[in-house]
């Protein structure tokens, strides 16, 4: 069974360009979370979708990130502009009864 | 509001030796889940074990030794034999269970770096 997808694996912008992230769950799974990881931290839980509507959202910086869940399959996270401060792993995970499997994550520097 | 917490920041150990890390959490809801993921330096989260609150049982997979208390709100992870391949960051998390098939957020606690010297 192919695990969570995630691409890119390396993203390296400046501060106020926009950038995007792209998750596809593993098959079935009907959550899918987007979490973020700063260095030396837990993963922090940005979105989480049920199917393709949104269940929490509440540690989403509005102003400048956005997701979306279309048919409720794939996934994509933007930010725009980004910040220094956003530079960490952007990591998705998909469920379907509790265990979340996570996918490799981007890695975005924001300069 | 879920904590997590695991105190050890880093530990080292020399190949073989037996390591145990420590995870504290807090809860006021009596339905949940308890994890721990390892996070070697290629940075994916790799799931390790899943138990529920009603189910105290130590559970042994190969090296591996999880204790879960709920009098003390622990669930404690212990490698045996410790090798050089285990070397990573471990988390320990918790998430609730609003019932049914409803779950909430991972809470993560802040990580274990675990280097094991050969």
């Known amino acids: 069974e192919a695990g969570v997808a995630q691409s890119p694996r390396y993203k390296i912008i400046e501060k106020r360009q926009s950038v995007a992230f792209w998750c596809n769950p593993i098959?079935?799974?009907?959550?899918l979370y987007w979490y973020q990881q700063i260095l030396g931290q837990g993963p922090k839980l940005l979105i989480q979708f049920q199917n393709n509507g949104v269940v929490d959202d509440s540690q989403l910086p509005k102003d400048r990130f956005s997701a979306e869940r279309l048919k409720g399959v794939d996934s994509t996270l933007k930010i725009q502009p980004a910040k220094l401060e956003d530079s960490a792993v952007y990591l998705c995970?998909?469920?379907?009864?509790?265990?979340?499997?996570f996918g490799p994550g981007t890695r975005l520097t924001v300069l | 509001a879920q904590k997590v917490t695991q105190a050890q920041t880093e530990i080292s150990v020399v190949e073989k030796e037996d390591v145990t890390l420590d995870c504290v959490y807090e809860?006021?809801?009596?339905?949940?889940?308890l994890f721990w993921y390892k996070q070697p330096p290629s940075g994916e989260l790799v799931f390790l074990i899943r138990r529920n609150s009603f189910d105290e049982q130590n559970e042994i997979s190969g090296r591996y030794s999880w204790n879960f208390q709920k009098s003390t709100s622990s669930f404690n992870f212990t490698i045996t034999a410790s090798q050089v391949v285990d070397s990573a960051v471990y988390f320990c998390?918790?998430?609730?269970?609003?019932?049914?098939?409803?779950?909430?957020?991972?809470?993560f606690g802040q990580g274990t770096i675990l280097t094991v010297h050969p």
């Open positions: 995970a998909s469920s379907s009864v509790g265990t979340q499997y």
């Open positions: 098959s079935g799974h009907a959550t």
């Open positions: 809860t006021r809801d009596t339905t949940y889940y």
């Open positions: 998390a918790l998430i609730l269970n609003a019932g049914g098939t409803s779950y909430g957020k991972l809470t």
